[in-house]
């Protein structure tokens, strides 16, 4: 059984950075695509990005964190990594990391992961 852990989440002022992580343990990392999600209460679990290593070492960015968010990963360290920069108000959630083999049409849906970490909340503002 895979378990997950994310870390990092903090109050950090508009402009700012974080970085997230997210620990893997029980399971064989390398073969996961790591999604991250992130969701603010009375809304939808919102895609983030993600990282398929297998089949072609992709990575995938929503819309509105495209060239400000980017997503690495430590497979030795069974550690994946969401580097979040030029922080607004708008990013604040808690964030999920994921681990799963989803195909290309499911991979930005909840529905392409098996295992989900507990969340490290974000909070952008002054």
């Known amino acids: 059984q895979v378990q997950l852990v994310e870390s990092g989440g903090a109050l950090v002022q508009p402009g700012g950075s974080l970085r997230l992580s997210c620990a893997a343990s029980g399971g064989t990392f390398s073969r996961y695509t790591v999604g991250w999600f992130r969701q603010v209460p009375g809304k939808e679990r919102e895609f983030v990005g993600a990282?398929?290593?297998?089949?072609?070492?992709?990575?995938h960015y929503s819309d509105s964190v495209k060239g400000r968010f980017t997503i690495s990963r430590d497979n030795a360290k069974n550690t994946a990594y969401l580097q979040m920069n030029r922080l607004n108000p708008e990013d604040t959630a808690l964030y999920y990391c994921?681990?799963?083999?989803?195909?290309?049409?499911?991979?930005?849906?909840?529905?392409?992961?098996?295992?989900w970490g507990q969340g490290t909340q974000v909070t952008v503002s002054s």
């Open positions: 994921a681990l799963g083999q989803p195909i290309l049409s499911v991979l930005r849906r909840e529905t392409g992961y098996r295992y």
């Open positions: 990282h398929r290593g297998l089949g072609g070492n992709t990575y």
